[in-house]
Structure formats: C-alpha cells, structure tokens
C-alpha cells in the first residue's frame, strides 16, 4: 500500500509533505510524493525546481521512510493527474494541502482539493498551512 | 533655440491629462507585453495600430512612443529572469543579467537595467533632438538618385549584417518587394492583383505586419508548444548599493555613445552595439574576474546600449524615411496608415506632430523608471498566464486589427497567408525583418528609382546622382564584400599572428 | 530509492529528454525553392501580362520592377536549392515559447488554421462579438486548454469589451452581424 503526497513547492505542499510522512512512518507504508504541472504556462509557481526537489529528497533520506518522487509534466490539471494515481497506486491515502480561500475565488477558479476530495476512491488528508 | 522652443510646445501638448494617461496606457501596455515571451515591442504596434484608428494621430504616437520604450524594458526584465532574451538585441543582457540573478543580486540587475534604460534613453532622443535639424537638412539636399541609393544601402544592410545566411536575408527582401508591387501602380496599372478589386490598393502594411509578425509567431508556436515550466528567479523590489552606482554610471554612458550611432547608421542595429559595449567594459572593469559570473557593469553597458540604439533608430526613420529596426518599420507604417509620409518634408509639414512624439518619448521613459522599480515582481506575474489564453489574445487581436483596416472578410484570408508564410520562414530559418523593411520601401524605391531615370531619360547613369549616391554605392560595396575581405585578409592575419 | 521524475504515466505530452535534432540535410527546404520558383515564374506572367506603358515622364513603365523581382525571384530559387543541396539550412527560430527537441504539431496547427477560417468566414455574418468569441475559445482548445466553460466567459468578456471599447467607443470597423441592435 502506498500514501500518496500532493506536493507543491509552498508552506501547504510542505505542511502536506509533513502530514504524509508521519501518516507513512506510522503505519509502514511506502510514500510516493508527486509533483505536476500542466506546463503550459512559462513559469507555474506549483512547479517544483530542482533546488526544492532535492531537499524533499534528502529530508525524506534522512529520515528512513521508504519514498518515491514523480514528477508529471502535462497537459492535465493537478487533480486529474492526482486521482490517476491513486487510482493506479492502490493508495491507500491521500495527503493535500490547502489554502483559505473565499467563496467567489472557489467559484471562479474551482478548486483542485475539492476536486480531489470528490474524484479519489480512499481517504483524503487535507492539511493546512502552519497546523 | 528655435527646437528647444519647439519641444518645450511638444511637451506642452502632451501634458494634456488625456494625453499623460495615454502615455501611460502606452508604457504598461508596452512593458507588459515586452515582458511576455513571445511578443515583441514590433509586434504590439502592429497590433495596436488598427484599435488607434479612430484617434488623432498625436494621440496615437503618444501611445506608441510609450509602447517603444516599454517594450524594450520588459525585454531586458524577461532576459534577466529567465536567460531567454526575446531579441537578439537582449543576448548579451542575459550573459551578465542572469548570473547576476541566478547569484541572488536579481534586483540590482533589473535596477541597472531600468536605470541605465532611462539614462541611454533621455540622452539618445536629446542627442534626436540636436541632430534631427542637420540631418533633415542634409536630407533636403537629397535628390531621387541619392533616396534610391540610400534604399538600396538599407536593403542590402537588413539583408547582409542581421541573418546567418545572405541567400535566406535575400529571399526574404524578396518576398517583401513582391508583396509591395500588388496594386495599382503610378501608372494606373493593375500589378499582381489577380483581378481582385479589393486588391487594386495593395495589402496593408498593417496586414502584412500583423500577419508576419503575430499570426506567423502564434502558428509557430502552436507546433511546438514547449510543455515544461522555465526555472524562473523570484524578483524584490530593483534597487541598487552605492557601489553598484559607482560600477553603473560609466558603463550605462559608454554604452549610450556605442548604441547612437549605431542605431542611426541606416546599417547600424542593436547587436553590434550592446556586443561591443560588453567587450569594452571586461577590459575596462576593475573586475574582470566577475564578467561571466554576474558582473553588473555587463548588464548596465548593453542594456544602455540597446536602449540608445533605439532612440538612434529614430533619427533615419523620422528624416529619412528609413527604418532600421523593426519597431521602426512598424512605426514607419503607422505614420504611413495615417497618410503622413516620414521624410525630410515630415519636420515641416507635421512639425507638431514630431515634436509631441519626441516629448512623449522623453515623458514615457520616466513613466517607465517611475513605473517599473516598484511593480518588477508584478510584472514577473504575467509569465504563468497559460499559454493557450496567451496565443489566443495575439490571435484575437490580430484578426479584429486586420480586418479593422479595410472592414473586409478578404483581409482575413489574406492575413492567415501571410501568417502560412512567416510560419514557413520561421521553420526554414528567414528572417522575417528583410520582408517588413522590403514591402515599406520597396513601393518608394521604385518611386525613386524610376524618377532618378526619368530625369536621365532612361539612361541608367542617371541612378548616380551626385557624390552621396557614391558614397553610399561605396558602402553598399562594402558591405557586400566586408565577409570576403574577412575570411581571405582578417582570418589569415590572426592566424599567422597567432602561430 | 529515489526514482524521479522521467514518469511516462500514458501521455504522450509528457516531454522529457531533448531528442537531438535531426542531422543532415534539411530536405523540406526544397519546397520553399520551389515555393519560390513559383512565384517568380507567376510574378513574370503577370507582368508581362502588363500593358506597355512607357513614355518621355516615364521610361520605365509598370513592367520592370516586376520584371527584374521575378527573374531575381527565380535566380535565387536556383541558387537556394544549390545551398540547400550544398547540405545548408537555416536554424528554425528558437522562442520563449518553443520547443524545437520535438517533432511539429500538425494537429494543433491544423486546428488553429480551422478556427481562424471559420471565423473569417463567420465574422460579418454572426458579427465580432460572437465569431470573435467563438475565435478566441477556438484557439484555447486547439492548443490543449480545457476549461470550456471558464474558456467562455473569458470569450465572451473579451469580444464584448473590445467591441464596446473599440468599435463603439473608438469608432473602429467591427461587424455588429446578428447582434445588430441589441448591442
């Protein structure tokens, strides 16, 4: 079984990271910490650079879990990337992170933690930012 | 004093509230698109243009004048961001820019860009205002034979100094003058018209700009759609230490003396400029050991001579008629489209008009230095508008501009030709600036050259007009034959110096 | 441990490793030539098709200029097919926005040439605000984006504000079509 991290280079990708890896190292279940971008703009803020990719590396090394990173660059958005997984995964969670946001935002923009929290088959963790 | 006078009712006329906010509207439009990929300051006046129509001209120019400048700016912005230059003009930017951001001193980087744009700029369109009245009186002087030399010297210059290649430059210009024969010529002949009337006036320049330069880009685009996101160096605020002045103030002044002349020569251009400011200052630095790892007098030289290269731009394009650059082509279209024809006469006729352009290029580079020090991070912002909605904008508004010029359906298919063909020449490799330069001056040249041998009554001797025709033929020789002398006189001396 | 990145995950779209660009010759750099050849060959007939006109005002008449563009036009077509058999070739033009490591996208092009079709022939019948609406998502979704109905609003904001601002407020020529009087 594996638990999957929704990983953005931003304090709730990092709140998330945590929540995976103390989810993981609970209950001895592999972690896999996936990154995507849509890559169709010039510079995406949710795409990690290679800087944040080794530090996630090297602290989830440090501390003995049992991990892999993806990287997935398409035309897909997030969500729809992340339910494939797990799907494909078997996982057995889902970790996100989260961020306030109001009501008209949502409307507008559409939300890619509901999207998940909707579209996964298992348990989704959402996190937030400092907790 | 009689143009101090002149500029100071320029600046009087721009001072108009609506007028100021044009500029401004011109300096963040400018800027905004200078700083998207893939969208040049060229481009944003030919798609524009058509939306100004329903303005007076000084209006317009005022907008353009700040579109000029900011364009340039966002430019640089980019090149040191992302080590991506959009033109060939911001190359040696990026070399310094980027290391400089990449070394966490990105602010100090942008800062010296913007402040030696500003420096380069109010020095190059004073050094316009001194020059322009000598160089339109010598340009009076001119007669028909001298314009179609200098026509030719302009040609051969976009076709042989800028391209890697002179067979593709030439394919290019030629495809530029075969566009510029459609239509009823001065005889009343019907020229390549296909029978079709709405062609009897010609393909807008417009249209063909727009086409070339937008459709063409976004098609190319379209093929081959890059889908990773660039490592982009996140942006404070631009500002600068006491001894980034010191190191800055020198390089931005070299620079400007590099880059006027060279925008002025009707051969000049932006990259022989900012290269030879960026040699000139790693032997001059006191820190030669820096260049190469994010030295700043390599980011202020250049960028200062990019900037004064083209305000010198300006002095062939508003005495002359003669664009050396693409922006200027492009300007050099808009006045056209507004039936104002640039040249010798233009100081005369539209004295005013000139003269507002000029003011509005001093009031638009301080709206730029006012404007861009504390909003560089928001410009940063606009590079993660996704790309479909970006192409999708340049083709938007390059439909509503091509058919806004004439109001028929034909000019759409027309301009979707001529994108088929910038996209053809962006795949094989043609520069695109020969056929622009070709179909605004090749209507002209033809004008003059068939006036120079109506006076000789047909003989060709009548296209030597008098010692500047000479002179320029001298140069055009040159330059023909300038990568000869290189590779059988320069080569073999530096090799045998250097065995 | 660590295997990142380079996931295939069934999408083709996933660009990854920079395939090196193909070597040798540039074969389709022949069709320009003969694009060229073309041209000139037409520029000719049309101009000979010119009447004469040439008189004591004029002596070089209309049928030069086009004249001497063609036969350059030709030269130049023979002179490129000797450069390009000679194994030159231009370096397609690099961008921002361009990734030359892959193949071209026909498909996209294709798509994109269709929706600009469409809308010219749409644009004084339908008028701007909804053939340029239609242009505008057009273009979205032939190069990959998916949020229709996000995608329409931004059209339809778009259209409506450039045709409020420009052909009304500017005065610019823009189709009113079948919105005549509405708008």
């Given amino acids: 079984m594996t638990i999957l991290v929704g990983y953005v280079p931003s304090p709730e990708g990092e709140a998330a990271l945590r929540a995976g890896i103390d989810e993981a190292r609970r209950r001895g279940e592999k972690l896999l910490v996936v990154n995507t971008t849509r890559g169709d703009a010039y510079v995406d803020p949710h795409f990690a650079q290679e800087p944040d990719l080794s530090h996630v590396r090297e602290d989830l090394a440090a501390l003995g879990v049992d991990f892999d990173l993806r990287q997935v660059l398409g035309a897909r958005d997030a969500a729809e990337e992340i339910i494939d997984l797990a799907e494909k995964t078997e996982a057995s969670l889902v970790v996100i992170g989260m961020r306030r946001r109001s009501a008209v935002g949502k409307l507008i923009m559409g939300s890619a933690a509901q999207q998940i929290l909707l579209g996964v088959g298992c348990p989704v963790l959402a996190v937030k930012a400092g907790a | ?499 | 441990m660590s295997s990142e990145v380079k996931d295939g995950l069934k999408d083709e779209r996933t660009v990854e490793d920079s395939r090196p660009s193909r070597e040798g010759g540039d074969r389709a750099q022949y069709g320009m030539c003969a694009f060229l050849a073309l041209l000139g060959t037409a520029v000719i007939v049309d101009a000979l098709g010119i009447e004469r006109v040439t008189n004591g005002t004029d002596p070089v008449g209309p049928r030069a200029v086009p004249l001497l563009l063609g036969a350059l036009l030709l030269l130049l077509a023979v002179l490129y097919a000797v450069d390009v058999a000679r194994g030159g070739r231009g370096e397609p033009e690099a961008g921002e926005d361009v990734d030359l490591s892959q193949g071209s996208d026909w498909r996209t092009v294709l798509l994109l040439i269709a929706v600009f079709v469409a809308n010219a022939l749409l644009i004084e019948r339908l008028g701007w605000v909804i053939s340029g609406g239609l242009l505008f998502w057009g273009t979205a979704f032939a190069l990959g984006n998916r949020h229709y109905i996000r995608n329409l609003l931004i059209s339809a904001t778009l259209s409506l504000t450039t045709f409020y601002a420009f052909a009304i407020g500017l005065g610019v020529n823009l189709p009113a079509g079948v919105l005549q009087g509405i708008l």
Wanted: aromatic fraction near 8%; avoid cysteine.
């Fill in chain 2, 1 to 499: 004093m009689d143009n101090l006078n002149n500029l100071m009712q320029g600046f009087a006329d721009v001072m108009d509230p609506m007028n100021l906010l044009l500029a401004l509207i011109g300096v963040v439009i400018g800027t905004a698109v200078g700083v998207l990929p893939g969208i040049g300051p060229a481009m944003t006046v030919a798609l524009l243009l058509p939306i100004t129509y329903g303005m007076e001209p000084v209006q317009a120019f005022i907008m353009f004048a700040g579109i000029f400048y900011g364009g340039m700016y966002g430019g640089s912005t980019t090149s040191i961001l992302l080590n991506t230059p959009g033109e060939s003009s911001s190359v040696v930017t990026a070399i310094e820019g980027n290391r400089m951001a990449k070394a966490g001193r990105a602010a100090q980087a942008l800062a010296t860009a913007a402040i030696g744009s500003f420096v380069a700029g109010t020095i190059g369109t004073l050094l316009l205002v001194l020059l322009m009245p000598f160089v339109v009186d010598f340009a009076v002087s001119l007669g028909a034979p001298d314009y179609f030399a200098l026509m030719l010297l302009a040609f051969i210059a976009v076709t042989s100094v800028l391209g890697s290649s002179r067979i593709r430059g030439l394919i290019s210009l030629l495809l530029g003058l075969t566009i510029g024969v459609v239509g009823i010529d001065q005889s009343g002949q019907q020229r390549l018209t296909l029978g079709i009337p709405q062609l009897a006036d010609g393909i807008d320049v417009v249209v063909v700009a727009v086409g070339i330069f937008a459709v063409g880009e976004a098609l190319w685009v379209a093929a081959h759609l890059r889908r990773r996101p660039a490592e982009v160096i996140p942006v404070g605020r631009p500002w600068m230490g006491k001894k980034d002045w010191q190191r800055s103030w020198k390089p931005w002044l070299r620079g400007t003396a590099y880059g006027f002349p060279f925008g002025a020569l009707p051969a000049g251009g932006a990259e022989i400029p900012t290269f030879m400011s960026y040699i000139t200052e790693k032997r001059l630095s006191k820190h030669p050991e820096e260049f190469g790892k994010g030295a700043i007098e390599g980011v202020a030289g250049p960028e200062a001579a990019n900037n004064a290269s083209a305000a010198g731009t300006l002095v062939p394009m508003l005495a002359l008629g003669l664009p050396t650059n693409a922006t200027a082509a492009v300007m050099l279209a808009a006045f056209q489209s507004y039936g104002i024809q640039p040249g010798p006469l233009l100081l005369d006729r539209e004295a005013s008009l000139v003269w507002v352009l000029i003011a509005s290029l001093f009031i638009g580079n301080l709206l730029l230095l006012l404007l861009n020090l504390p909003l560089a991070p928001a410009w940063a912002k606009l590079l993660q508008i996704p790309r479909p909605y970006l192409y999708a904008g340049i083709l938007f508004f390059a439909t509503m501009g091509a058919y806004a010029v004439n109001a028929q359906p034909l000019d759409l298919f027309i301009l979707l030709s001529l994108g088929l063909l910038g996209f053809a020449m962006r795949r094989f490799g043609l520069p695109v600036l020969p056929l622009i330069v070709g179909v605004i001056l090749g209507p002209r040249a033809e004008l003059q050259g068939r006036r120079s041998l109506q006076l000789s009554g047909g003989e060709l001797s009548g296209l030597l007009g008098g010692p500047v025709s000479y002179t320029v033929y001298t140069a055009i020789v040159l330059v023909l034959v300038w990568p000869l002398i290189r590779r059988f006189v320069v080569r073999p001396l530096r090799a045998r110096s250097a065995a």
